[in-house]
């Protein structure tokens, strides 16, 4: 095993910017990856995020900044030189030869005798499932199969980088989620460092080791899903990531109280809007499944009153959509159908709700927006 | 994958066995090449003559209508190709001289051409072979179907029983056009000749690039009479098509086919050879076949058909006066008949 | 982790020399290399043409004058009211015709499509000079229905010579493009319009007229176009029936080869040229604002059986076929025949080719020879030109500048490109800023060469088209995945992309041959003394009079031709089975 001392810095991207003509793909955006990390780049269609990947891969060159694997620039290097493996989207198999030929494209014509070859797709082939199959041409697969040929060429030589494009959108949902975990074990089995581009968020927090979310070419939050689901940095990624309640026209009243109408809310794990003055508006966030319903102790804090607007029957649970007052959007709440059942919710009824001190969130209003419009809570 | 790509592979090989068998055929280097506007039916005859006397010799032939010969000669004047021109009219080889493509030469033989018939120069630009005359030809089917009387001669076209029914060449592309055009000048002086001409237009029927065509569009039956030369006719006949060759009563346009050396850097030998065998005694009696009036007098009897005197058929042609004229009669010709661009036959 | 660590020890390190870049650096290299041969075989000879229609015979700067000259000579500028003319009727005829052909092949339950647009092809394999002789045969003074089948019924006259044969040919040339392409039009479309449409009420006509024709909008002007610039600037046809009407590309011949007048030659060239060039640039604007109106998820529209449209729609394309195949039977028996129409004993003596011009089998075996040429070269360096434009990235301008390029073709007609060859291959050398410089291609004027290179030239832009439709339906990441397993892009084209693409390769292929031994305009002025051309041959036996053997001769080329397509079709037939593993379902 080699040695881990400069893991950290296994792969790094420092500065890079990317420009077409006047539009600006990717700013000014900096990371790193671990040895054997999987990294997920996750935003909506246009952010920039398959730009990125492509920069990493070579396939694109950089307007400013600098790539390094290992310790070494690379900004320079074709993506032939940078030795990564790539799997595309649309797999980009070669429809006229067979799974094994697809799988040894990269091996042949490098110097190796015919067995060895032979040696390392079947090796390969037994990785990904798909002993036997090798004769079969990609039509003739299913598009997992197919997805699996793909990963086995792109691993056939050792790539230092694993950059999968979009891996699973080809896939219908349960193959899709099957897959999710193949390719994660694999990874691990293997411990190849990977970079997975989605837009996916589900499939970025159930398979990725960190999270990027990159919005507008800018990198906007980096860390593990948990981090990303339960403290979303900005409210895009609140909104990006799983669903979120927005309460605007929150009145600061001290650290750690907020007030609604007539209401207070005390709240903990409040970070960077301590450093907004008494007085100040602010939009407090909740995510549909931390509101909590309550039908006794209706004297503990942060209980609010609503009135149940609309059901929505999800199966396992309801969303409820709930009035909270005349001056404020509705709240959305995620309930067990069994609670629903028990307590026999039913429209237009009045509902009591606690918000949890320790699952509220707070962002600037929007008068404290960035330059670049996004609204966000470490400039104040 | 050998196997999966059996048919590309097939395919390929077929292209490259293709692509092996059309290799170009590079020419020899003592190979001569020949330019002539002679006519197709007549050079196989000539040449077999050249394979007896000068096997050596290798021609390759490129055969064309005086006016494309012309114009290949004179767009290769920077680059030429040809070695020699062989049987082509004077009038187009005189332009030749003017742009300075032309090694005079005298073959062997040179003292027996008529005077008439040849350059005038002691060492000539170029030496003619033999005379063509226009004639009409006329399909004598066509003719009695449509009632049409034989015409006699230049003056007889230009009755309106023959409108619609009347072809000729276009002097600016044919040689045969212009000499029949340059001899009614000729004949009737230009003020009269181009009254005539102007008449002549209201019954023609088509214009054609080549001289030949008319006499051929009489022998289809497309138009019964055609305004060609003597030689044509008769070929025609032959072949079985009902053409009869008219001699026009006044008198017929002429011009000589005549040779001529290239100037080039380095002259093959055997194309001076070559323009000495063109009008050595075999060669001129095979001419004298099928053409009355040859460079000098064979004794093989007129060909059957030709009036018994065909020099006398021949008007006093001035060579210098045509070809000095050529530009001038051809701008006027255009200026006159190109414009009307509806055909006559409507 | 086992199987990393075990070809970690076997794969050797990428040698230094593939690290470096030198794949871009090729592929520019060669980008580059495509630009300079486009400038040297067609900007500089239609820069020398151009510049050749402002000089006089001596070479002397005159400006317009020529033009001037040209204009206010009626016998030269009725040509090109003529021209425009011709053009005209014969596109309203032609796509008028199409579309009801097309309609028939793509919307109606019509029995035999097949054979009927296979029939209706028949004229792309043909030299347009045969559809002037097979004309003459028919219509002429002597035709079969002047004559009335020699005698046999009262024959009708249609006074043949002129305008009016012009545009029959030019229809009979074009009326298969047009088909072609309203087929395509017709057959892209979505049946849920068609329901839509039907459902809110809409009568056959108003759907006809909202539905039918904005869809197909762009296909019809594209048909219009093509049929335009085709017949306005066809040289066959108008020489065998053109009469004494004259047009502008008879006029070039006859400036040219007639005359020797190279400059007008020039300065008709030019005058071809602008309007052809115009309705190129209008047809390219308007198709680059075509946005995919079908949606990917399409619904084709599959006929419903009508007896009544069904017979009357194979009534009409029954009789076309049949004045289609009838056409070329006629001109068939023509050649067999001794002498029309007095002698209708049948034969071969016009297969002979002795006493006539043109050179006989020798021509015809050189034109076999260049069209094979014309189509190997011509498709190698086609297919090669559209994958590096299509499949390079950066170097934005260059392949801009190629693609601009490789369109241009279209826009030339075949005598353009051929008298500029003269003017440009045949120049000894120029004097640039005093300094002479000797011509380095001078060699290949009057070779085979110059040949191939004019019809590779003239054909480009439709074998260029069908290769990037080709290479755009590959995956576009085929090239980035190979340059990430460090294959060179030139292995992954030998491969991966030729082997795919083979069917595309093999229609260009036959495209050039079958349009080389067809064609005359470029080649006319281009053939040489030791190389005649069966094209050739046809007009020079046709100017002669020797309609029979140029009839004799357009045959063997059409023989030639079939046989060519037929070899496709078998060739296609086995490479489709052999890819059905690639592209079947599991």
């Known amino acids: 095993m080699p040695s881990m001392q400069n893991d950290a810095a296994y792969l790094r991207l420092l500065d890079i910017t990317k420009r077409f003509g006047a539009f600006t793909a990717l700013d000014k955006l900096s990371f790193g990856a671990d040895r054997g990390e999987f990294i997920s780049i996750l935003g909506p269609s246009g952010c920039g995020k398959t730009t990125l990947l492509r920069l990493i891969a070579g396939l694109e060159t950089q307007s400013e900044g600098r790539v390094e694997i290992q310790g070494r620039d690379v900004s320079k290097l074709p993506v032939s030189a940078r030795n990564v493996g790539i799997v595309f989207q649309s797999y980009a198999l070669f429809p006229n030869l067979n799974a094994r030929d697809n799988i040894a494209y990269g091996l042949v014509g490098r110097g190796l005798d015919k067995n060895r070859i032979r040696q390392r797709v079947d090796e390969l082939l037994d990785l990904v499932g798909l002993r036997g199959m090798g004769r079969q041409f990609p039509a003739q697969l299913s598009g997992g199969q197919q997805q699996r040929v793909a990963l086995a060429r792109a691993m056939a030589l050792s790539p230092d980088l694993l950059l999968l494009d979009e891996p699973l959108s080809a896939l219908d949902a349960k193959v899709r989620v099957m897959l999710r975990g193949e390719i994660r074990q694999l990874q691990q089995r293997l411990g190849v460092t990977t970079i997975m581009v989605t837009h996916d968020q589900e499939e970025a927090l159930t398979m990725a080791d960190r999270i990027l979310v990159i919005n507008q070419g800018r990198l906007v939050q980096n860390g593990t899903p948990r981090e990303i689901y339960d403290r979303p940095a900005t409210p895009f990624v609140a909104a990006f990531i799983g669903a979120m309640n927005f309460i605007e026209n929150a009145v600061k009243v001290e650290n750690g109280c907020y007030r609604i109408g007539s209401h207070h809310l005390s709240i903990s794990g409040e970070n960077g809007s301590r450093n907004l003055a008494s007085g100040a508006v602010a939009t407090l966030a909740i995510r549909p499944e931390d509101v909590m319903i309550r039908v006794d102790e209706l004297e503990m804090p942060n209980i609010l009153a609503s009135r149940v607007e609309q059901m929505e029957y999800r199966g396992a649970n309801f969303r409820l959509r709930l009035n909270i007052g005349p001056n404020q959007r509705p709240l959305e709440a995620e309930v067990p159908a069994e609670k629903v059942r028990r307590l026999n919710i039913s429209p237009s009824m009045p509902l009591a709700i606690q918000l949890p001190h320790d699952r509220l969130r707070v962002y600037a209003s929007a008068k404290h927006r960035c330059n670049d419009g996004s609204l966000c809570e470490n400039t104040l | ?346 | 982790m086992p199987i990393v660590a075990s070809t970690d020890a076997v794969l050797p390190p990428l040698p230094l020399w593939r690290a470096l870049d030198h794949e871009t650096w090729l592929r520019r290299l060669l980008i580059l290399l495509l630009c300079l041969w486009m400038l040297v075989v067609m900007v500089l000879p239609i820069f020398e043409l151009l510049s050749m229609s402002f000089q006089d015979a001596s070479g002397r700067f005159v400006g317009l004058a020529n033009f001037i000259l040209y204009f206010s000579t009626p016998a030269l500028s009725n040509s090109l009211t003529n021209s425009l003319f011709v053009a005209a009727a014969t596109t309203a005829t032609s796509v008028g015709l199409g579309f009801g052909f097309a309609y028939a092949l793509t919307r109606t339950c019509l029995p035999a499509k097949g054979i009927f647009k296979g029939l209706a092809m028949m004229p792309l394999f043909a030299p347009t000079l045969l559809n002037g002789i097979a004309l003459v045969y028919l219509f002429g003074r002597k035709g079969l229905i002047t004559k009335g089948f020699f005698g046999a019924i009262p024959g009708i006259d249609i006074h043949l010579y002129g305008t009016v044969g012009i545009i029959i040919a030019e229809v009979l040339y074009t009326f298969p493009q047009a088909m072609l392409i309203l087929s395509i039009a017709l057959s892209l479309t979505d049946a849920r319009l068609y329901e839509a449409a039907a459902s809110l009420g809409a009568g056959r006509m108003r759907i006809f007229f909202t539905v039918t024709l904005p869809n197909i909008k762009y296909g019809l002007l594209s048909a219009v176009f093509v049929c335009f610039i085709l017949s306005f600037t066809d040289f066959g046809a108008p020489k065998v029936v053109g009469g004494n009407t004259h047009i502008l590309a008879t006029d070039i011949y006859k400036q040219v080869i007639g005359q020797q007048n190279f400059v007008m030659g020039a300065v008709v060239s030019v005058v071809l040229l602008i309007p052809t060039a115009a309705a190129f640039l209008v047809d390219r604007i308007v198709q680059r604002r075509q946005t995919a109106t079908i949606a990917a998820r399409s619904v084709p529209l599959v006929p419903v059986p009508s007896r009544l449209r069904d017979g009357i729609f194979f009534g009409y394309c029954s009789l076309i076929a049949v004045a289609i195949v009838g056409f070329y039977l006629v001109a068939l028996y023509a050649s067999l025949v001794k002498v029309w129409p007095y002698d209708l004993t049948l034969g071969g003596w016009h297969y002979h080719f002795t006493g006539t011009g043109g050179g006989g089998y020798r021509a015809f075996f050189n034109s076999l020879r260049m069209s094979a040429w014309s189509a190997v070269c011509g498709t190698a360096l086609t297919f090669a030109s559209a994958y590096l434009i299509e499949k390079s990235t950066g170097m934005r301008l260059l392949r801009q500048a190629a693609y601009l390029l490789s369109m241009l073709p279209l826009a030339l007609p075949g005598l353009v490109i051929g008298l500029a060859y003269i003017f440009f291959f045949n120049a000894p050398g120029w004097s640039v800023g005093g300094v002479s410089v000797p011509n380095p291609f001078n060699w290949v004027y009057g070779t085979m060469v110059i040949l191939v290179m004019s019809n590779i030239v003239h054909f480009y832009t439709v074998g260029f088209l069908t290769a990037t439709t080709a290479l755009k339906q590959l995956d576009r990441e085929f090239e980035s995945v190979s340059a990430a397993m460090g294959v060179p892009f030139y292995r992954t084209f030998a491969r991966v992309t030729v082997p795919i693409c083979l069917p595309a390769i093999l229609e260009i292929g036959m495209y050039y041959f079958v349009n080389a031994m067809a064609t005359v305009s470029a080649v006319i002025f281009l053939y040489s003394a030791d190389i005649p051309l069966a094209s050739v041959a046809v007009a020079n036996m046709d100017d002669a009079g020797d309609i029979a053997p140029a009839c004799a001769m357009s045959m063997l080329i059409v023989a030639a031709n079939l046989a060519v397509r037929i070899f496709y079709s078998l060739v296609t037939r086995g490479l489709r089975q052999r890819s059905q593993a690639w592209t079947a379902a599991a």
């Open chain 2, 1 to 346: 994958m050998i196997t999966a790509f059996k048919p590309s592979k097939i395919a390929v090989a077929v292209l490259l066995a293709l692509a092996l068998a059309v290799v170009p055929s590079v020419g020899m280097a003592g190979d001569l090449l020949v330019y002539t506007a002679l006519e197709d039916d007549e050079i196989p005859r000539y040449l077999a003559l050249l394979k007896q006397s000068h096997p050596e010799i290798n021609v390759k032939i490129v055969r064309d209508s005086t006016g494309i010969v012309t114009a290949k000669l004179l767009a290769e004047k920077d680059n030429p190709q040809a070695d020699v021109v062989w049987g082509t009219a004077a009038t187009s080889l005189m332009l030749c001289t003017q742009a300075g493509m032309v090694e005079p030469y005298a073959p062997k033989g040179l003292e027996r051409v008529r005077p008439k018939m040849r350059d005038k120069a002691a060492v000539p630009a170029w030496v003619g072979i033999k005379a063509w005359m226009t004639g009409f030809c006329v399909n004598t089917v066509e003719a009695k179907a449509l009632n049409l009387p034989v015409p006699t001669g230049f003056a007889d076209l230009t009755n309106s029983l023959y409108k619609g029914h009347l072809t000729m060449s276009n002097p600016s592309s044919s040689g045969t056009g212009f000499l029949t055009v340059s001899a009614i000048l000729q004949l009737m002086g230009e003020e009269k000749g181009w009254d005539y001409l102007d008449r002549l237009h209201e019954n023609m029927a088509v214009y054609t690039h080549s001289g030949s065509k008319p006499c051929k569009l009489a022998g289809a039956g497309e138009y019964p009479i055609g305004i060609s030369f003597a030689y044509r006719g008769f070929m025609q006949k032959q072949k079985g098509e009902p053409v009869l060759t008219v001699f026009p009563k006044e008198g017929s346009g002429w011009d000589v086919e005549a040779n001529c050396l290239i100037k080039k850097a380095a002259v093959k030998p055997e194309a001076r050879a070559f323009l000495d065998w063109a009008i050595s005694e075999p060669v001129m009696k095979e001419y004298a076949k099928v053409y009355p009036v040859t460079a000098y007098a064979t004794n093989v009897p007129i060909p059957e058909g030709f009036p018994a005197d065909p020099e006398a058929q021949l008007i006093k042609n001035d060579f210098d006066w045509a070809a000095k004229n050529r530009a001038r009669i051809l701008a006027e010709w255009s200026r006159r008949y190109d414009a009307k661009s509806e055909p006559k036959s409507k």
